[in-house]
């Protein structure tokens, strides 16, 4: 690749040089570039959104997963449902159930937790965020599986 062109000595940055990068970034599929020269460093980034899908056929919604639910809470009770007080996702992101892979879970069902104990943690911009209980109670349902997306305000967890 050629050297950047220079930028007037009275504009630091030189829109050129930023529009090359933008044209990288379409010709290569990238979603982001930076680069450095003498002292000066430009990062160009593009916003990446899902295209509509077109579907010819729909295909059969697979049935919900099972969720675990806690002795004493019946079947038949959906898990939004189960008695308590639900714990929602502050934020978006991935839900990890344990500290690490391959360790034990932070909480399982029928747990008794303290208020302010760590029941998961969400991934979200590479930080890892815990989810505190909001209340002291018993672990009555655990709405979410391990690596799973969440949505702002999406249920995760009811303390009974």
């Not at 916003?47 to 019946?74: D, E, I, K, R, S």
């Not at 034990?104 to 943690?121: K, N, R």
């Not at 815990?130 to 979410?144: D, E, M, Y």
Request: proline fraction near 12%; avoid cysteine.
């Amino acid at each position: 690749m050629a050297s950047p062109p220079k930028a007037p000595a009275d504009d630091p940055i030189d829109a050129r040089l930023v529009r090359r990068l933008a044209d990288i970034l379409t010709e290569t599929g990238l979603s982001e570039i930076e680069v450095e020269h003498a002292g000066l460093k430009i990062r160009v980034a593009k916003t990446l959104t899902a295209a509509p899908m077109q579907m010819m056929h729909a295909a059969p919604m697979a049935a919900p997963a099972p969720v675990a639910v806690a002795p004493g809470v019946a079947a038949t009770d959906a898990p939004a449902r189960a008695s308590g007080d639900e714990v929602k996702s502050p934020m978006v992101g991935s839900v990890y159930l344990q500290p690490e892979p391959g360790a034990p879970s932070f909480v399982s069902i029928g747990d008794t937790v303290e208020a302010g104990q760590t029941l998961m943690i969400i991934e979200a911009m590479k930080t890892m965020n815990p989810i505190p209980a909001p209340k002291a109670g018993r672990i009555v349902a655990i709405l979410v599986e391990d690596g799973q997306p969440v949505e702002f305000g999406e249920p995760l967890a009811v303390i009974g």
